[in-house]
């Protein structure tokens, strides 16, 4: 099993551009997540999903969408990127429970 | 706001020697977990101990959770360069959302050979 992948490992955009942050995952989890990760903040959750065709909001979710079509991938939307949306982006899944979350290896993302 | 906060930010310590870490939380929780992250990779899950359990063990790995003072702490003891790592520890809220896994800010362990 490949466990979570994350492309692409890392991005510049200028503000304004728009892009998609892809998560797979190929353990048949259910529950998956996108947190942003700040010097000094720790992990935040972004979006989460606990199934294909439902997602709901995390802690800091604007300026970002997701859906989930399928069970394997959850992408991460970037609308109109903007400075304060630099950070390293994570993407983790799960079985029913959150006992144990996956991560993936992250995507670092600068915006100019 | 953050429900776990570690203790402390940065921990310096020679190879051999016992490091502890503490986590503080703020509200009633189902469980709390510990990761693990070496620098520039994603985050590694440690232990999970559960709000009715007291201690639990992994490994060189010690837990434990005092409830009535929303605190837990890890202990590695025997510690190695290879532990070189920041950990955070991760609670998941009782009454709310079980779909939210809340993170602290993480303690910073350097081990030094």
């Known amino acids: 099993n490949a466990g979570v992948t994350q492309t692409p490992k890392f991005q510049v955009l200028k503000t304004g551009q728009s892009m998609t942050l892809q998560c797979a995952q190929d353990m048949n989890h259910e529950y998956m997540s996108w947190y942003r990760q700040d010097p000094g903040m720790g992990l935040r959750l972004i979006h989460y999903?606990?199934?294909?065709?439902?997602?709901d909001q995390g802690e800091v979710p604007n300026g970002y969408n997701v859906s989930r079509s399928t069970t394997e991938d959850f992408p991460l939307r970037l609308l109109s990127a903007a400075p304060s949306q630099t950070s390293v982006y994570f993407c983790?899944?799960?079985?029913?429970?959150?006992?144990?979350?996956?991560f993936g290896p992250g995507t670092r993302l600068l915006v100019l | 706001s953050q429900q776990g906060e570690e203790d402390p930010q940065a921990l310096s310590i020679q190879e051999g020697e016992n490091a502890t870490m503490n986590c503080s939380y703020k509200t009633s929780i189902n469980n709390l977990q510990w990761y693990r992250q070496n620098s520039g990779r994603g985050l590694v899950h440690l232990i999970l101990i559960r709000s009715n359990e007291r201690e639990k063990h992994s490994g060189r790995l010690r837990v434990t959770l005092d409830t009535s003072k929303k605190s837990s702490s890890l202990l590695i003891t025997a510690s190695r360069a290879a532990d070189t790592a920041s950990y955070f520890c991760a609670t998941i809220y009782s009454g709310g959302s079980n779909y939210k896994l809340t993170f602290g800010k993480g303690t910073l362990l350097t081990v030094n050979p």
């Open positions: 983790a899944s799960s079985p029913r429970s959150l006992e144990t979350q996956y």
């Open positions: 999903s606990v199934g294909a065709g439902i997602t």
